[in-house]
């Protein structure tokens, strides 16, 4: 354990939140281009942007609910 606090993680231990995902289309890097709210995190239901940086394609996600199983679909 790093003893870090950047913010919410999934029952497996992962960040909700990630600086980086593999890009679904091509395999590549998209990195995370929202920024988190004046408390430093994101929360469950925020509405997160990625871009990948080798096609460029963007990733719009939803930061997932925490993980207890509640319903943490997104409204839209
Ligand atoms: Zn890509």
């Given at each position: ?13 992962a ?24 408390t ?37």
């Amino acid at each position: 354990m790093s003893g870090s606090d950047d913010g919410p993680t999934d029952a497996g231990g992962a960040p909700l939140v990630q600086e980086t995902i593999t890009c679904i289309d091509c395999g590549g890097v998209a990195h995370l281009m929202s920024r988190p709210d004046d408390t430093g995190r994101f929360w469950p239901g925020d509405l997160i942007v990625y871009r990948c940086e080798d096609c460029m394609d963007r990733w719009d996600l939803i930061v997932p609910d925490e993980g207890d199983g509640s319903d943490g679909r997104p409204d839209w």
